[in-house]
């Protein structure tokens, strides 16, 4: 008898063992009724004698890596910060076979990375989309285990092999001065976008945290602003400033920058991101990102406050120390004045 059983994700496994199969037939369907008619069909033929050669699922027996990333990404839910990098997975390894990854199957990917010189933290965080993905796999029983898994810490890493050795450097991009005044200038007439750009500068919240907020986690007594789903993981708190207070003061329901959303979150980061771009070139600020007011948020915390790096990182979501301490060249003259 065919074993029959429905997936955490909702799909259909069809198990058929028999003692003259050289091994099992493993299938999936989309419903149970197409499962029971598939496993009938090849019984039927079993019973017959006859072992068939194509023993293909209704849907489809093997995942490649592209029909397993649409899958992963309508059903799954995968992080926000992942969903802009699967096309990228896909365009680099989407006609192999999930279960015959491995480094030797990545490799040719990589170096095809490394010879377009991206950092080796960008080649981590694609190929950590796709590891992520296949950990779902084996989480839903479609993987044994994931064939990532053993990937070696250095993978991503320049050697003297390559033609050229990129490494990883922290982008460090800040106003200028006299450059917030022209952005808030040009943004007049966009009133919306000057209050996401205000709250992010006061806040230091990501992009995909201030435009995903809701007034139900704004708490103007306590003066905070409360993120529950944030790109790490972590929920934390964020303190409001008094101007940030002013901007939410009215308050309101649902979303606090309604304008801005779209059920696909890809294609929400892509209109703000291109309004963006056009203010920027308006208000003639070069090579300035939106990400980059996080990093100059940042900053500001450490040359205007007196609070410590944990309560900054606290603030700011930062969970490696280390990704703070290119802040401490901001605080030189203050620990130089303790010194006797």
Known sequence: MASIRQRKSGSWEIIIRRGHLPKPIYASADTEAEATAYAERI??????????KDASSPRQNVWTVSQWLGEYEHKHHPSPSDIPLLPLVIQGVGSHLIHELNLTAITPWIKSMKAKELTPGSIKKRVGALKRSLD????????????????????SSYSKSDKVIV????????????????????????????????LALETAMR?????????SQVDLPKRTIFLDKTKNGDKRQVPLS??????LKDGGSGLVFPFFHDEDRRKTTMRVGYSWAQITKKADCENLHFHDLRHEATCRLFERTQLSDLQISLITGHRDPRMLRRYSNLRGSDLAAKLW
């Open 43 to 52: 019984e039927a033929q079993l019973d017959a004698g006859i072992i068939p």
């Open 136 to 155: 779902i796999a084996v989480a839903n029983d479609i993987l044994k285990i994931n064939p990532l898994g053993s990937l070696p810490r250095n993978y």
């Open 167 to 198: 490494k990883d450097t922290a982008r460090d991009r800040r106003l200028e001065p006299g450059e917030e005044g022209m952005l808030r200038e040009v943004m007049g007439g966009q009133p919306d976008m000057l209050r996401l750009f205000t």
């Open 207 to 215: 992009l995909s945290e201030l435009y995903t907020l809701t007034w």
């Open 242 to 247: 008094s101007v940030a207070m002013e901007l």
